[in-house]
Protein backbone atom coordinates (compact mmCIF):
# COMPACT_ATOMS: atom_id res chain seq x y z
CA UNK A 1 0.00 0.00 0.00
CA UNK A 2 0.98 3.92 -0.17
CA UNK A 3 1.52 6.01 2.67
CA UNK A 4 3.21 8.94 3.34
CA UNK A 5 6.15 8.45 5.69
CA UNK A 6 8.48 10.77 8.05
CA UNK A 7 11.47 9.30 9.59
CA UNK A 8 12.18 12.94 11.09
CA UNK A 9 11.13 15.60 12.92
CA UNK A 10 10.32 19.06 10.45
CA UNK A 11 8.45 21.34 8.04
CA UNK A 12 6.15 19.64 5.55
CA UNK A 13 8.98 18.52 3.35
CA UNK A 14 9.61 15.50 6.11
CA UNK A 15 6.80 13.20 4.08
CA UNK A 16 7.70 11.06 1.32
CA UNK A 17 5.34 8.91 -0.41
CA UNK A 18 6.27 5.10 -0.22
CA UNK A 19 4.97 1.56 -0.67
CA UNK A 20 4.79 -0.16 2.93
CA UNK A 21 3.11 -3.78 3.61
CA UNK A 22 -0.51 -3.69 4.34
CA UNK A 23 -1.47 -3.73 8.03
CA UNK A 24 -2.88 -7.59 8.87
CA UNK A 25 -5.69 -6.93 11.64
CA UNK A 26 -5.37 -8.94 14.56
CA UNK A 27 -8.80 -11.42 15.41
CA UNK A 28 -10.51 -7.95 17.59
CA UNK A 29 -9.34 -5.61 14.76
CA UNK A 30 -11.00 -4.22 11.29
CA UNK A 31 -8.82 -3.11 7.98
CA UNK A 32 -10.22 -0.40 6.93
CA UNK A 33 -9.24 1.10 3.75
CA UNK A 34 -8.97 4.99 4.04
CA UNK A 35 -11.14 7.20 1.75
CA UNK A 36 -10.45 10.08 3.79
CA UNK A 37 -7.85 11.06 6.77
CA UNK A 38 -7.78 14.69 8.70
CA UNK A 39 -5.09 16.97 9.22
CA UNK A 40 -5.17 19.18 12.20
CA UNK A 41 -3.23 21.65 13.74
CA UNK A 42 -2.16 18.97 16.54
CA UNK A 43 -0.89 17.18 13.57
CA UNK A 44 0.97 19.73 12.09
CA UNK A 45 2.73 20.96 15.52
CA UNK A 46 3.80 17.06 16.10
CA UNK A 47 5.20 16.93 13.01
CA UNK A 48 7.40 19.81 13.96
CA UNK A 49 8.75 18.16 17.03
CA UNK A 50 8.15 21.36 19.04
CA UNK A 51 7.02 22.22 21.79
CA UNK A 52 9.94 19.48 23.15
CA UNK A 53 8.37 18.44 25.75
CA UNK A 54 5.68 16.42 22.98
CA UNK A 55 8.31 14.46 22.29
CA UNK A 56 7.98 12.22 24.78
CA UNK A 57 4.84 11.01 23.38
CA UNK A 58 5.95 10.72 20.08
CA UNK A 59 9.43 9.99 20.13
CA UNK A 60 12.39 11.64 21.33
CA UNK A 61 15.30 11.98 18.07
CA UNK A 62 12.92 10.92 15.39
CA UNK A 63 9.30 9.88 15.42
CA UNK A 64 8.23 6.35 16.88
CA UNK A 65 5.72 6.24 14.35
CA UNK A 66 6.70 6.64 10.80
CA UNK A 67 3.27 6.94 9.21
CA UNK A 68 1.27 10.19 10.65
CA UNK A 69 -2.32 10.58 11.19
CA UNK A 70 -5.41 10.18 13.60
CA UNK A 71 -8.72 11.10 12.16
CA UNK A 72 -9.75 8.79 9.46
CA UNK A 73 -13.25 7.89 6.99
CA UNK A 74 -13.24 4.40 5.38
CA UNK A 75 -14.64 1.08 4.65
CA UNK A 76 -14.09 -1.78 6.68
CA UNK A 77 -12.18 -4.61 3.96
CA UNK A 78 -11.69 -7.07 6.42
CA UNK A 79 -12.72 -8.45 9.94
CA UNK A 80 -10.69 -10.26 12.86
CA UNK A 81 -12.61 -13.43 14.66
CA UNK A 82 -13.61 -12.00 17.78
CA UNK A 83 -15.43 -8.65 15.43
CA UNK A 84 -18.62 -8.31 15.98
CA UNK A 85 -20.07 -4.66 16.47
CA UNK A 86 -18.92 -4.21 12.05
CA UNK A 87 -19.12 -5.91 8.99
CA UNK A 88 -17.17 -6.37 5.74
CA UNK A 89 -18.52 -3.31 3.57
CA UNK A 90 -19.45 -0.89 6.70
CA UNK A 91 -18.37 2.65 6.42
CA UNK A 92 -16.93 3.62 9.42
CA UNK A 93 -14.68 7.20 10.59
CA UNK A 94 -12.55 7.05 13.95
CA UNK A 95 -9.30 8.50 15.83
CA UNK A 96 -5.74 6.53 15.55
CA UNK A 97 -4.40 7.78 18.68
CA UNK A 98 -2.00 4.66 19.97
CA UNK A 99 -0.85 4.22 16.49
CA UNK A 100 -1.48 6.87 14.38
CA UNK A 101 -1.12 5.55 10.72
CA UNK A 102 -4.03 7.53 8.99
CA UNK A 103 -1.61 8.86 6.13
CA UNK A 104 -2.23 5.19 3.82
CA UNK A 105 -4.26 3.76 1.93
CA UNK A 106 -5.07 1.03 4.84
CA UNK A 107 -5.17 1.03 8.49
CA UNK A 108 -6.11 -1.79 11.13
CA UNK A 109 -8.40 -0.88 14.00
CA UNK A 110 -9.65 -2.52 17.27
CA UNK A 111 -13.12 -2.45 17.25
CA UNK A 112 -12.98 -1.24 20.84
CA UNK A 113 -11.08 1.39 19.72
CA UNK A 114 -12.33 5.11 18.39
CA UNK A 115 -14.39 4.06 15.90
CA UNK A 116 -18.34 4.55 14.67
CA UNK A 117 -20.44 3.79 12.00
CA UNK A 118 -20.56 6.82 9.55
CA UNK A 119 -24.05 8.33 9.76
CA UNK A 120 -25.78 8.27 5.93
CA UNK A 121 -25.85 12.23 6.11
CA UNK A 122 -22.20 12.77 6.22
CA UNK A 123 -19.25 12.38 3.33
CA UNK A 124 -16.01 10.41 4.00
CA UNK A 125 -14.02 13.84 3.63
CA UNK A 126 -16.57 15.51 6.15
CA UNK A 127 -16.72 12.35 8.69
CA UNK A 128 -12.62 12.51 8.96
CA UNK A 129 -12.81 16.62 9.64
CA UNK A 130 -14.87 15.76 12.57
CA UNK A 131 -12.63 12.80 14.55
CA UNK A 132 -10.70 15.23 16.42
CA UNK A 133 -13.44 16.63 18.39
CA UNK A 134 -16.66 14.63 17.79
CA UNK A 135 -15.47 11.22 18.17
CA UNK A 136 -13.18 12.16 20.92
CA UNK A 137 -15.24 13.63 22.95
CA UNK A 138 -17.80 11.10 22.66
CA UNK A 139 -15.45 8.40 23.46
CA UNK A 140 -14.59 10.55 26.44
CA UNK A 141 -18.37 11.28 27.30
CA UNK A 142 -19.93 8.33 26.79
CA UNK A 143 -17.31 5.20 27.32
CA UNK A 144 -15.14 6.91 30.23
CA UNK A 145 -17.62 9.45 31.88
CA UNK A 146 -20.34 7.65 31.73
CA UNK A 147 -22.47 10.98 30.50
CA UNK A 148 -26.28 11.05 32.14
CA UNK A 149 -29.17 12.77 32.16
CA UNK A 150 -29.13 15.48 35.15
CA UNK A 151 -25.30 15.52 36.03
CA UNK A 152 -23.46 18.98 35.63
CA UNK A 153 -20.68 19.26 33.74
CA UNK A 154 -17.39 21.52 33.25
CA UNK A 155 -15.94 21.93 29.96
CA UNK A 156 -12.88 23.85 29.89
CA UNK A 157 -12.03 24.62 26.26
CA UNK A 158 -15.05 24.53 25.32
CA UNK A 159 -14.61 26.46 21.62
CA UNK A 160 -11.94 24.29 20.77
CA UNK A 161 -12.49 21.25 18.46
CA UNK A 162 -13.05 18.89 21.32
CA UNK A 163 -15.18 21.65 23.54
CA UNK A 164 -17.69 22.47 20.17
CA UNK A 165 -18.48 18.71 19.78
CA UNK A 166 -18.52 18.13 24.11
CA UNK A 167 -20.93 20.79 24.40
CA UNK A 168 -23.53 19.52 21.78
CA UNK A 169 -22.94 15.92 23.27
CA UNK A 170 -23.44 16.49 26.76
CA UNK A 171 -26.48 18.58 25.96
CA UNK A 172 -28.06 15.49 23.79
CA UNK A 173 -27.76 13.33 27.10
CA UNK A 174 -29.72 15.78 29.15
CA UNK A 175 -26.81 17.10 31.51
CA UNK A 176 -26.19 20.52 32.23
CA UNK A 177 -23.13 22.56 30.32
CA UNK A 178 -20.96 24.84 31.87
CA UNK A 179 -18.49 26.51 29.07
CA UNK A 180 -14.71 28.25 29.58
CA UNK A 181 -13.55 29.84 26.86
CA UNK A 182 -12.49 33.35 26.15
CA UNK A 183 -14.72 36.49 25.94
CA UNK A 184 -14.24 36.31 22.20
CA UNK A 185 -16.34 33.10 21.50
CA UNK A 186 -18.77 33.21 24.58
CA UNK A 187 -21.56 33.76 21.89
CA UNK A 188 -20.64 31.13 20.07
CA UNK A 189 -20.36 28.59 22.94
CA UNK A 190 -24.24 30.00 24.12
CA UNK A 191 -25.27 29.24 20.82
CA UNK A 192 -24.18 25.51 20.71
CA UNK A 193 -26.12 24.90 24.10
CA UNK A 194 -24.01 25.91 27.03
CA UNK A 195 -26.34 26.59 30.41
CA UNK A 196 -23.45 29.13 31.70
CA UNK A 197 -20.18 30.49 30.45
CA UNK A 198 -17.50 31.29 32.38
CA UNK A 199 -15.00 33.92 30.14
Not at 14 to 36: G, R
Request: aromatic share 6%; net charge positive; with cysteine.
Amino acid sequence: MKAMITTSYGSPDVFKLENVAKPVPTPNQMLIKIHASSVTKADTMMRTGKPFIGRLFTGLRKPKHSIWGTGFAGVVEAIGSEVTQFKVGHQVFGESLDTMGTYAEYIAISENGIVAHLPENLSFEEAAGMCDGGITSLNFLVNLGKIKSGQNVLINGASGSLGTAAIQIVKHFGAAVTGVCSSRNINMVKKLGADHVID
